[in-house]
Structures are given as structure tokens and as C-alpha cells.
């Protein structure tokens, strides 16, 4: 019997989302709020693995009040329990201050529970950044594996994890101690459409909310802006490549094309040619 | 084992959430199904919601719904290609309680209603699409989703699937809808401050105004224009008959930047910005369209039983009285136990005693006469609108002249009296 509890966020859709031009912040009310893509994907990794071992799949978010919705999204996935910590205190934090208010909530959830295994995604849509996991192991003291694309196996017998971690040239292949924290790759898994049974529990579900006065010794200098040494000075959109020419046609087409193209701009070659050759 | 609810209702637009809100409320359980990401994802409407309706379902619902402004003033444009006479009426008894309509966006309006029924007990469930019916022994006992083990029963079925219900037209109800049956809307939300908004409609803060378009803003087609105002946004947009479309040979698109740049209306829009562009069918057939709305375990409100009267751009209040009375039969057979069509007749029989079927009735002929006729539209606003010119334009010319001049521009004495007998017939249909 597993307990695998993932960390979720739900974010704005940056697919569509607006920034504001004058003070380059995004525009949070342009874009509607969605589960994390790649924390549906840890999700259902944790869900896969409890079909294959037994056990109970919590998720675990920290959030504004409508996140609950994010959390519904992850029954549907197929996960047994949702906890949330809410509270004004936790508004503005950063990836150092995340983590640890998580920690909190995670330590507070193996009071009930022991955790075997974290899962989170690789990182979020909104931040980028792919730090919240590793800094909760770390709190947490237990191996951080990021980058996993595969879970070969989990023994709850031997404690220990077997995964694959996706490098540049290939892969890894690691064996960790358990309790360990996985961060997942998107393509670890697809996501199937949700049967209606979990679409009813989740429609009905009411998650575990928790506020800072609900956690035991917390260090609230540790939560939100306070906690948070991470100073943004400036945030600005990477400037939009001007001009260049669109080869239509067919793959053939396109090469012969470009071809003439640099055949007719002899001046490229010969700057570069125009020094020494070694 | 799939699940049984007392209830089943599919489509939260204003007819199933209203017929949701009332059997919650009456301590039934219903699942209310949607296959958009959230009710009013996918809903389109020009944006008026008539109050009286609304309120029989969410009394005092103003307060606190999603509204953008209300109306106080409408106008009528008959437009020309380069003219329009307009009669208007602004009054200031709608810009105070109990109000006459407001102008909504959909996306917002149909989603707080949709949690309002949550909060009476309704299940919502999202993102699934209802397939079909599940028929045994001649009565509807639940549907079928697209999701794995999809499933669920339920005493009764509630379709309120829209426009062209394919759940109806499966049991048998309707068939595919003619070209004459059905207009296509496309819509644009354009963005314009508030302030430019108010000033350039003659309102006062947070009032709105419609205004609606006839003639030229649909190049004579059959159908009907609209410019609504938003809190910060306006609504623009055109409809005509799919059959009015097929015959001119117009994208609706073109149709859509014509009303755009037309002089009688670029003043309105000049500098706004294209926020979203919405495209839906509207059913206009009326009551000689209206399907069956009633079978054993099954019942049909709102567009999907084509509820619109499409002469006074009503709709979703004919929904959400449909969506109401349909609750209150439901309440009725279950404490008779009886979901057999007699028992559920009671929908059909209520629905047309209210305003609903006598709107219908007493239009049955309009639209169908207007879309035979093309002379209105074609003929007559054109020349209403040289008249006005003629007589309002000071020229010299005696304004006994003039008259006869306009007399004259109507054509030979046959020309004369076929506009005659047009007229009558106009106010026939119209009675």
C-alpha cells in the first residue's frame, strides 16, 4: 500500500494569456485558470502506480480559494483525497517560501498518512522555474529525481524506486531510496479522458482546506512576500523576430529554394571565407 | 452499475439551468450536464435578458448576477445604404427597479446562474457531451455520455441541448431543420471605454441602450442587426435566415463587416477593439417548427424546442419559463409516480397557455411571411427612409410638392396597390 501524494498549482493559461504592456506583468483576469499541464500528467502517474501497487493518491496545492477547481480536476484524474492551504499569508511567495509552506502541509498530511512517494510536475506553465519539487525534498530530506520520464518500478517491500531521468543524449536510469520525490516529464504519460464515475465524484468532492493557524509550528517569516528573498527588478517580453521569408512547397521544393537563395547571396560565404582558414 | 438521479437534465444554458435551480430547489435530485468547459462557454445571445422571466426563477437575481447595464433606452434603425430613420423610445421608469431588461455576456451571465443552482443542491458536470438517450420499452430512462463507463439514469430526461437538438431529432422528435427554419448569428464583442461608451449613446453612468438594425444592415436579407452596449464592451451583430444566406450568396462574415463599416454605424464602433467572435444558429421556425416537447421520461424546453420569437428578439426569457414549467411538471409526476407522456403532458399544455406558446401562436406566420415577401425589406425601408429625406430636406420646394413627389416614387397605381395590400397583410401577421 503506496501513499503518493502529488503537488499540483493551478496556473492562468499562458497559451492565451494577455500581458500587460505597460508594466509587463500578465494580465491574470485574459486568461482562464487551469490545472498545471504538467501537474496532470504527475497526477496520473500517481494514479498509474497506485492501479499497479494499491494504495491512496492525494494532491496537495497551495492557492486562492477557487483553486479547489484544480483539485477537482485531479479526482477526475483519478486521485482518492485533495488537501489545500489557503491564507492570505501565503500571497506573493516565491519558490523558496512554496516549498516551504508545502513541506508544512506535507508533513502535516503524514501525520494521518505516511508518504512513500511525491510526484510533481516538471515545472509550472506560469513560473517556469521547476524549483518547488526539488526544495521540498530537500526539506523533506529525501532524494529529489527530476526529469523522469518513466517509473520502472516501486517496491514498498525494499523501498526503492526505480526510474528512467531523461538527460540531453539519452537516459538514466536510477535507483533511489524511498521516500523520494519524482518531477515528471510530460511525456511519462498521457492523460485519458476522465470516466464519468470520477467526473461525478469529483463534481461532489470537497478537498481538506487548510490555513496557516491549521498548520503546526510553522515559522510564518518563512511564508509569502516575507519569506520570499526572490526579487523580480524587471520583467520584459523577448522581442519579436522582424522580417525573414517563408519557403512554401514541398520538402524538395523548399531546399531547392533556399539553394537559390544563398547561391544569390554569395557575399554571406565570402565574409565568412574572408579571413585566414586554418 | 451506472448511477440513478431523479432528474437528468442536459445543457446548461437559461432553459436547463432554470429548470435545474427549480427542481433542486424542490428537493429533487438532478444532474445538470454540460458539454462546455463551463456553462456559458459555448453560449451565444445578442446579451438582453429580460428581467420578469429571470426573476420568476432568482428573485431579486440583479443584485447580485453578472449584468452588464440596463437598458433605458431602444431604438430602431430602418437603415438605407447611406441613411436610416430610427424611432426610439427612452424612458426613465427602466433605469430604476424593478427594471425592464439588461444587455449580459453569456460566458459570465450563464455561469453564475449555473452556481446558483449548485448552491440549491443541483450536481453540475462539465466538458461531457451527451450522445444519446437511453430508450427501453418505449420510455427515455437515461443517457449516454462520452465518457468510459458513461451512463446514467434517471425518472426523467430534460433536453436542453440547443439549437437543433440532436438528442430530440434522435427520438424522433424533429427532423434536420430547413434553411428557412433557422437563422445564423455571428457576433463580434468590440472593447471601448466605458466613458466613450456612455457618451456616445446619450447615456448616463452604467445605463445601456439597443439598438436594433433593419434593411440595409443585412443588405436586405431577410433578418435583423443589433449594436448593444456593455459595461466596457459593445455587442455587434447580424442574423438572417441560413436560407437568405444560401440564396444571396453571402458569407456571413461579409455580412458582419458590412454592418461594421456601414456609416450608420461606424460612428458607434470607431476605435473599439475585436475582443471575440461568436457565431451560433438561432431556431426561428416558431410555432409551426416547434418539435414534440413531451414523451415518456423525456421532456424538450428552450431553443431546443425552438422557442425564440424571432419578431421581438425574445429567447432565453421563453427558455427559462420553458425550463421553470418543465420543473414543475417533473415535481407534480413524481408525487404521482407517473413519467408516462400523459402525465408529463401537463409541460406541453402549460407551456402553451403562458406567454410562451401565445407569442408563438399569434407570430406563427410573421417570419415565414416576411422571408416569402421580400418587398419589406427589399422595397419598402428603402423608401421610407427617401421620404424622410424628401420631406425633411428644405430645398425650396413646396412641401405639397414633395408629398406628391414620395406618392410618385411609389410607382404606377399597381405598384400602389400591392404596397397597400403589403401592408395589410404585414399587420395580418403581425395582430
Known amino acids: 500500500m503506496l501513499h503518493i501524494v502529488a503537488c499540483i498549482k493551478q496556473v492562468p493559461d499562458t497559451k492565451i494569456i494577455k500581458m500587460n504592456p505597460k508594466t509587463n506583468t500578465m494580465d491574470r483576469s485574459s486568461a482562464p485558470a487551469i490545472l498545471n499541464p504538467y501537474d496532470a500528467h504527475a497526477v496520473e502517474e500517481a494514479v498509474r502506480l497506485r492501479n499497479r501497487y494499491g494504495g ?20 477526475e484524474i483519478g486521485a482518492d483525497e485533495g488537501y489545500m492551504i489557503t491564507d492570505r499569508a501565503f500571497a506573493g511567495a516565491d519558490t523558496l517560501a512554496t516549498s516551504y509552506a508545502l513541506t508544512k ?50 517496491d514498498s517491500e525494499k523501498r ?44 461532489r468532492y470537497q478537498p481538506h482546506i487548510w490555513s496557516v493557524a491549521d498548520l503546526p509550528d510553522i515559522d510564518k517569516t518563512q511564508l509569502g512576500l516575507k519569506g520570499s528573498p526572490t526579487i523580480v527588478s524587471s520583467v520584459w517580453a523577448p522581442p519579436k523576430p522582424q522580417g525573414g521569408t517563408m519557403l512554401e512547397g514541398t520538402q524538395s521544393d523548399q531546399v531547392s529554394q533556399l539553394l537559390d537563395i544563398l547561391m544569390a547571396r554569395q557575399e554571406l560565404f565570402a565574409a565568412a571565407s574572408g579571413g585566414e582558414a586554418p | 452499475m451506472p448511477e440513478k438521479f431523479d432528474a437528468i437534465v442536459v445543457g446548461a444554458g437559461p432553459a436547463g439551468t432554470a429548470c435545474a435551480y427549480e427542481l433542486a430547489k424542490a428537493g429533487v435530485n438532478v444532474i445538470l450536464i454540460e458539454r462546455g468547459e463551463y456553462p456559458g462557454s459555448k453560449n451565444v445571445m445578442g446579451g438582453v435578458l429580460y428581467r420578469k422571466m429571470m426573476e420568476e426563477v432568482v428573485p431579486g437575481f440583479h ?67 451527451v450522445l444519446e438517450c437511453i430508450v427501453e420499452e418505449g420510455r427515455v430512462v437515461g443517457v449516454r455520455t462520452d465518457r468510459p463507463d458513461g451512463e446514467l439514469r434517471a425518472d426523467v430526461v430534460v433536453l436542453a441541448d440547443g439549437v437543433n437538438s440532436l438528442l430530440a431529432k434522435q427520438l ?49 436579407i431577410l433578418g435583423t442587426g443589433f449594436l448593444y452596449t456593455n459595461k466596457d464592451t459593445l455587442s455587434i451583430g447580424v442574423g438572417t435566415l441560413l436560407s437568405g444566406l444560401i440564396k444571396h450568396k453571402i458569407k456571413p462574415y461579409e455580412l458582419m463587416e458590412y454592418v461594421k463599416t456601414h456609416p450608420m454605424i461606424r460612428p458607434y464602433i470607431q476605435g473599439s477593439e475585436a475582443q471575440e467572435y461568436l457565431a451560433h444558429l438561432i431556431p426561428e ?38 425550463g421553470r414549467l418543465a420543473a414543475e411538471t417533473i415535481v407534480a409526476a413524481r408525487e404521482r409516480e407517473d413519467f408516462s407522456e400523459a402525465s408529463l403532458d401537463d409541460y406541453r399544455k402549460k407551456l402553451m397557455g403562458s406567454f410562451v406558446g401565445q407569442d408563438l401562436k399569434k407570430y406563427k406566420d410573421a417570419t415565414h411571411h416576411f422571408d416569402k415577401f421580400p418587398q419589406y425589406f ?13 420631406m425633411l430636406t428644405v430645398d425650396g420646394m413646396p412641401k405639397r410638392e414633395k408629398q406628391k413627389k414620395i406618392w410618385r416614387d411609389i410607382g404606377p397605381a399597381k ?17
Open chain 1, 56 to 75: 491512496v493518491v492525494s494532491v496537495l496545492t497551495m492557492g486562492p480559494p477557487p483553486a479547489v477547481k484544480a483539485i477537482r480536476k485531479c479526482i
Open chain 2, 172 to 220: 424522433g422528435f424533429h427532423k434536420e431543420f430547413r434553411p428557412d427554419e433557422v437563422a445564423l448569428a455571428t457576433m463580434e464583442i468590440l472593447k471601448l471605454d466605458k466613458k466613450i461608451i456612455e457618451e456616445r449613446f446619450n447615456l448616463e453612468e452604467g445605463q445601456g441602450c439597443t439598438i436594433e438594425l433593419f434593411g440595409d444592415a443585412t443588405k436586405g
Open chain 1, 105 to 154: 502541509a506535507l508533513e502535516k498530511i503524514a501525520q494521518t498518512r505516511p508518504i512513500d512517494l511525491i510526484i510533481c510536475g516538471k515545472m509550472t506553465i506560469d513560473g517556469d522555474t521547476g524549483q518547488v519539487g526539488p526544495g521540498i525534498a530537500r526539506r523533506l530530506d529525501m532524494p529529489p529525481l527530476t526529469s523522469v520520464n518513466k517509473v520502472v518500478e516501486i
Open chain 2, 63 to 129: 443584485k447580485e448576477a453578472p449584468i452588464e447595464r440596463p437598458i433605458v433606452e431602444q431604438r430602431f434603425m430602418m437603415m438605407d445604404k447611406t441613411s436610416a430613420v430610427t424611432f426610439s423610445y427612452k424612458g426613465m421608469e427602466w433605469a430604476e427597479e424593478p427594471y425592464n431588461n439588461f444587455t449580459v455576456l453569456r460566458a459570465k451571465f450563464d455561469q453564475w446562474f449555473a452556481g446558483k443552482a449548485v448552491e440549491q443542491g443541483a450536481l453540475l458536470l462539465n466538458e461531457t457531451v
Open chain 2, 378 to 390: 427589399e422595397q419598402y425601408i428603402p423608401m421610407v427612409n427617401r421620404a424622410a429625406s424628401q
Open chain 1, 160 to 203: 526503492h524506486a526505480i526510474v528512467h531521468r531523461k538527460l540531453e543524449d539519452g537516459y538514466e536510469v536510477v535507483r533511489s531510496t524511498l521516500p523520494c520525490l519524482l518531477s515528471v516529464e510530460k511525456e511519462i504519460n498521457e492523460v485519458p479522458y476522465s470516466s464519468l464515475p470520477n467526473m461525478l465524484r469529483a463534481a
Open chain 2, 285 to 322: 421556425g416558431g410555432y409551426r417548427s416547434m418539435p414534440k416537447v413531451v414523451g415518456a421520461g423525456v421532456l424538450v424546453v428552450g431553443d431546443a424546442a425552438q422557442l425564440v420569437n424571432a419578431i421581438h428578439r425574445e429567447g432565453s426569457n421563453m427558455a427559462m419559463t420553458s
Open chain 2, 415 to 431: 405598384e400602389k396597390i400591392k404596397m397597400a395590400r403589403d401592408l395589410y397583410r404585414a399587420w395580418k401577421v403581425m395582430k
